[in-house]
């Protein structure tokens, strides 16, 4: 099937085959395709985007494309601003984990570097508190494959590289962090509530 008439009001897909873009809560993917599929009758174009970190191919309709959140890559002073977030003096948050977790997901959702930048930093001084639950070591685990991804293609270095200089921006903070800003709180498991899968269609 040939390339989709382009029907974007601007005349010009806002991203491009090739392109490296960011997925959120996914993390850096490749735009493979712009192909046509027939929805309702009407052909519709999809961008095909593969994402290495699961590899797994996604089909995105193009007009849904910005509003679920997919974007370029950042340049590279907004990479620079999510490493020195990362170095950033600490302030301890909330005692109540459960609320610690929502309030961080709810940070990775919006899918902007910089808070992405804010999740790593304050879950890995709070793991040199206290052992993270299972869901808020996932959640780091998460942020910190996001954010080294993204800064190692924005500022075109390797992945290890970027992973070093984020772990030495950590450290020397991390001693500064101690138990009593923190305080004492319930680390029962907690499990929040399933969201609805969402279907990117029309």
């Given at each position: 099937m040939g390339m989709p008439e382009d029907t974007s009001p601007n005349g010009t897909y806002p991203f491009q085959i090739d392109q490296k873009v960011v997925y959120p809560l996914q993390g850096v993917?490749?735009?493979?395709?712009?192909t046509e599929k027939i929805f309702k009758g009407k052909p519709t174009?999809?961008?095909?985007?593969?994402?290495?970190?699961?590899?797994?191919?996604?089909m995105i309709p193009v007009h849904k494309a910005v509003e679920?959140?997919?974007?370029?890559i950042v340049p590279q002073e907004k990479a620079q601003e999510a490493l020195a977030i990362v170095s950033s003096e600490y302030e301890p948050v909330t005692a109540d984990w459960k609320l610690r977790y929502?309030?961080?997901l709810d940070l990775?959702?919006?899918g902007d570097i910089t808070d992405i930048a804010l999740v790593v930093r304050n879950l890995y001084h709070r793991s040199k508190v206290k052992e993270l639950p299972i869901l808020e070591r996932k959640l780091y685990d998460s942020a910190m494959k996001l954010l080294i991804d993204e800064v190692a293609f924005s500022l075109n270095i390797d992945v290890k590289e970027v992973e070093k200089l984020v772990h030495e921006k950590l450290e020397p903070l991390a001693k500064l962090v101690?138990?009593?800003?923190f305080g004492e709180d319930s680390e029962e498991e907690f499990e929040p509530?399933?969201?609805?899968?969402?279907?990117y269609e029309e």
């Open positions: 993917g490749t735009i493979q395709l712009i174009p999809y961008y095909q985007i593969y994402l290495p970190v699961t590899d797994m191919i996604v679920i959140g997919i974007r370029s929502q309030m961080n990775l959702k919006n101690h138990a009593s800003a509530e399933e969201e609805e899968e969402e279907e």
